[in-house]
Structure formats: structure tokens, C-alpha cells
């Protein structure tokens, strides 16, 4: 077991942000996509127009409602919104000219053509265009490309990657071993569904964040000890602000994804269970706030609060979505919790199968220590009651998807689960766990990176049928590789070249931090 310092925490949680921010900016958008597409139309529409219509917009997408003569996004605001900063941002910089003359250059680059020829290979749902003009004065369509590129980016990949160092921070209630916190972390963000959608412009990571970040700041509040930390410690003096945080990251979980109200009301009742009046107090009033502008943007678009963008309004998917609740009809349903969970076609356990210690890991819990047991009720409730609503959802599968999306919000409660497979039993577990993340990164990879467009809800094994041979063929996604004019398994050698460096320079780092405490403490 490896001895810790908060400085050098520190160091490992730069060296996994790092790594995470290099794979996910590596690989771009897949074109074309309706649910990024439904999104950045929103966003576009909302700096462009001033509303929350999609008009000028929607013919790229499905995943649009028709209501009293305009188009909408069927998807939860939170993503759009998150990507009106950084719309702002874009359209303000290309207008000066340096910047422009670059943005120009980086457009021309011939590595496009796959995104182009792509978007060309499928019709527009309303003989528009699949990439649309943005920006007045700027007559090409690579801007909504390049742009959704850099969306995925400021509001996906970068905040997915500062998750992969905060769980490395968060694990440290739990365990003292650097080499497995930053093993988890790193399988967190490499191992399963979440490396596949850090790299689009959807909202299935970010909820996942919000809702684990509401836990892990409640959990630090209820739970004595861990690894010294200063922002722990800070956390701890300052409980007020640490509940209004964690309130505020369930209230926008909700924005991002509605239903992650499930898992927001199981850590909202632990709250209460674990916590002072007055914090339980301050951590529901700071979560208002987001919900707020739920039922406003309902309002304005639907005329109603309480209806949302999935239901009868969507010309593609009426007969799915019109169902009971916004497509959810009781009872579960079997086929839908095979296909979900060990299926080879969206199981999440078969992508990743490491996370099945994470179930053992509750139950390990349970038994060792009294302190952890309702800890393990809220990550069963959450895991449990999210799989058994989405088992009920019409499109469980996703479409074109990677692995089981919509249980996004369970993968990070899951993996925590491993830290106490790892703390409390024999060796010989700790290396089978590995050995299954090292079998999950590669499932996860190949079923990734595996040709340019996810795989369909057509295809019964994916991995097998679709993702492996694209591999095995050289058919990647556009990556950074092909902008310097590689190709293939060239182009995606690019990125381990990549993370080596970054290894290299904070291996480096570390050998100097230490080399300075030693003359300081000489």
C-alpha cells in the first residue's frame, strides 16, 4: 500500500485530468448525430434568435417537437444552455481577425471531408441541411462542426476529466492506497460508457457528474476521517457552502437529464438522514434554482411547466414517447433489463464488466463497517431505481449507441463500489479486478473508436459484428492524427504518443517536488 501527502494527491489527480482531457479531445463528434445536433440547435437558436425555437435549425435532427407552428428540441435544456457561453465565445473570436484567419485554415484542412461526406450519407429530415449556417457573414457549414467540437469540449470533455481527478480526491474517505484510487479513476474515464460520451456534445455525462458531485459533497460532510486534504478540510469547516453546493449540482443533474430526479431525491434523503437541519435546509433551497429554469423553459416552449419536450409533440417518435409518462409504462421490462445489463448488444455489465465489483463491493461494505451501511442504501437506490425506470423508457436501447447511455448515472456510484472490494479482501481479488478493467478498457475502446458513426440499434452484438472489424480495418473516427495528415492506425498512434509525454512531464514534476521537500527538509 503506497503512503499519501496531499501534495503529491495532487500531483496524480493533474496527471489523471490530463490523461482523461488527451482521449477525450483526441477522437471529435461522430456526424451526424440527433441528439448533439437537437442540442447545438438550441444553443444556436437561443444567441442567434433569441428563442427557444429551432426553426431555422431542426432540419438535421429527429429528436424535434412541432407545437403550435415551431420546432423544438425534444432534449432537457441544461447541455443547450451550458453551450450559450461558449457560442458567444465563438462567434465573438472568429470576428477578429487572426483568429478568424485561423479558424479559416483549421476549416480547410482536408481531415473534414469524413465529417462532410458523413452528414451527406444521410438525408435532412426536412430537405435542409445537416450542418447548418451559424454565423451570418461566414457562408460554411464546418462551423456548426467545428463548433460542436469545441462545445463537446469546454462543456463534456473538460469537466469529465476534472471528474476523473475529483473522484481520485473523493476516494480518499475511503482509502489510503494512491495506486487504487488512481487506478479506479482512470477506469472511471477509460473504462466505461463514460470515455464514449466525453467526446460528444450530450448531456449524459455531465448529469452524472452533477449527481455524483452532490453525493460525494454530502458524504464528506457526514463522514469523518480520509486522506488529508485541504479542500476537505475547507469543505468540513465551511458546511453551509458545502450543502449549497451539493444542492446545486443535484438541482442541475436534474436540468441536464430529468431523470436523474431519481437519484437526486435518494441523496436527498440520505441528507436528511446524515446532516443538520440547517444544511439539509440550505442544500434544498440552492437545488430551486435549476429546477426553476426547468419549468420555465417548459413553459415557454410548451405553454405549460409540467410538460416536457418527450411526449406527443415528436413527429419521429410519437408512438414511443406518447406512451403513459413521456414513454415510461409500468411494469419493467424484462427484455429491456437483459439488454441493459448483460446483453451483448447495450449491456453495461458486458462492456464493462469490472463494475460488477462494485456490486460485491456493497455488500462488502455492509458487512465490515456499520458506519457505510447507508451509504450502501443510497448507491443501491440509485443504481436499482435508475435501472428499473429506464427499463420501463420505450427507447432503453438509445439508437445508435454505445453500451446502455441512459445508466450513465450509475457508473460513477458503481466504480466506488470497487474501493471497497479492493480495501477489505485478499490479494488475489485486487488482481482479478484489474484484469477485468484491463478486459473493460478494451471493450470500451473497440466499441468506441471502432468506425466513424456508434453503433446502431439494428445490430445485435456490436462489438463483434461492427465495432472489431472497423478496428481491425483502420476505420477510426476523425481524430487530431488526421489534421497533420495521417491516417488509420497512424493517425490514432498519435494519442499513446501523447499521453507518454504527458507521463513523462508530470513524472518529472514529482521527481522535482520531491527533490525540493528533501532539500527543505535537509
Known amino acids: 500500500m503506497l503512503t499519501t501527502s496531499p501534495s503529491r494527491d495532487w500531483l496524480v489527480a493533474v496527471w489523471l485530468m490530463g490523461i482523461g482531457m488527451a482521449c477525450f479531445a483526441f477522437f471529435l463528434p461522430r456526424w451526424h448525430d440527433w441528439n448533439a445536433d437537437s442540442r447545438l440547435d438550441l444553443t444556436a437558436a437561443i444567441v442567434n434568435h433569441g428563442t427557444l425555437a429551432i426553426d431555422a435549425y431542426h432540419d438535421n435532427t429527429g429528436d424535434d417537437d412541432f407545437y403550435r407552428g415551431h420546432w423544438y428540441s425534444s432534449k432537457d435544456p441544461g447541455q443547450a444552455l451550458a453551450g450559450v457561453p461558449v457560442f458567444l465565445a465563438f462567434k465573438g473570436l472568429v470576428q477578429i481577425g487572426p483568429i478568424g484567419a485561423f479558424v ?3 476549416e480547410a484542412n482536408s481531415a473534414w471531408k469524413n465529417a462532410v461526406a458523413d452528414a451527406a450519407g444521410k438525408a435532412p429530415i426536412g430537405g435542409g441541411s445537416l450542418f447548418p449556417f451559424l454565423l451570418s457573414g461566414r457562408k460554411t457549414h464546418k462551423d456548426f462542426a467545428l463548433l460542436q467540437y469545441i462545445e463537446s469540449l469546454v462543456t463534456v470533455a473538460a469537466p469529465s476529466a476534472l ?16 495506486a487504487w484510487r488512481a487506478l479506479l479513476s482512470l477506469a472511471l474515464g477509460l473504462s466505461t460508457i463514460v470515455f464514449a460520451y466525453s467526446q460528444q456534445f450530450i448531456s449524459h455525462v455531465p448529469a452524472a457528474i452533477l449527481l455524483f458531485v452532490g453525493f460525494a459533497l454530502v458524504q464528506t460532510l457526514a463522514r469523518e476521517g480520509g486522506e488529508p486534504s485541504r479542500l476537505r478540510q475547507f469543505l468540513r469547516d465551511h458546511p453551509s457552502l458545502t450543502a449549497g453546493i451539493a444542492g446545486a449540482a443535484l438541482g442541475f443533474a436534474v436540468l441536464f437529464e430529468y431523470y436523474c430526479v431519481l437519484g437526486a431525491v ?42 416536457t419536450g418527450y411526449g ?4 419521429v417518435f410519437k408512438s414511443q414517447n406518447c406512451q403513459g409518462i413521456s414513454g415510461f409504462t409500468l411494469p419493467p421490462k424484462l427484455n429491456a433489463l437483459y439488454g441493459l445489463t448483460v446483453s451483448p448488444f447495450r449491456g453495461l455489465f458486458f462492456l464493462s464488466p469490472f463494475l460488477l465489483a462494485g456490486i460485491a463491493g456493497w455488500v462488502v461494505a455492509w458487512r465490515a463497517k456499520v458506519e457505510d451501511r447507508a451509504t450502501c442504501v443510497v448507491a443501491t437506490a440509485v443504481v436499482v431505481g435508475t435501472l428499473l425506470a429506464i427499463s420501463m423508457f420505450g427507447g432503453w436501447s438509445g439508437g445508435s449507441a454505445v453500451g446502455a447511455r441512459y445508466l450513465m448515472p450509475l457508473v460513477p456510484f458503481l466504480v466506488f463500489g470497487v474501493v471497497f472490494v479492493l480495501r477489505e479482501s485478499r490479494p488475489w481479488v485486487s488482481v482479478l479486478v484489474a484484469l477485468l478493467i484491463v478486459a473493460s478498457t478494451f471493450e470500451v475502446w473497440i466499441e468506441t473508436i471502432g468506425s466513424r458513426n456508434y453503433p446502431s440499434d439494428l445490430i445485435a452484438n456490436p462489438l463483434f459484428s461492427y465495432s472489431l472489424p472497423a478496428v481491425t480495418d483502420g476505420n477510426f473516427p476523425l481524430n487530431l492524427g488526421n489534421f497533420v495528415g495521417l491516417a488509420g492506425w497512424n493517425a490514432v498512434l498519435v494519442l499513446p504518443a501523447i499521453l507518454v509525454g504527458w507521463s513523462v512531464v508530470c513524472l518529472a514534476a514529482a521527481l522535482g517536488h520531491q527533490v525540493h521537500s528533501a532539500r527543505l527538509a535537509g
Do not use: D, H
Open 104 to 106: 479559416n485554415t483549421l
Open 163 to 178: 471528474f476523473m481527478g475529483l473522484f481520485f480526491w473523493f476516494l480518499g474517505l475511503y482509502s489510503p492506497s494512491r
Open 266 to 307: 435518494c441523496v436527498a434523503a440520505y441528507a436528511v438522514k446524515k446532516l443538520r437541519r440547517r444544511q439539509v435546509a440550505v442544500l434544498v433551497v440552492a437545488a430551486l434554482p435549476a429546477l426553476l429554469i426547468v419549468l420555465i423553459t417548459n413553459a415557454l416552449a410548451y405553454g405549460s411547466p409540467l410538460t
Open 312 to 315: 406527443c409533440n415528436e413527429p
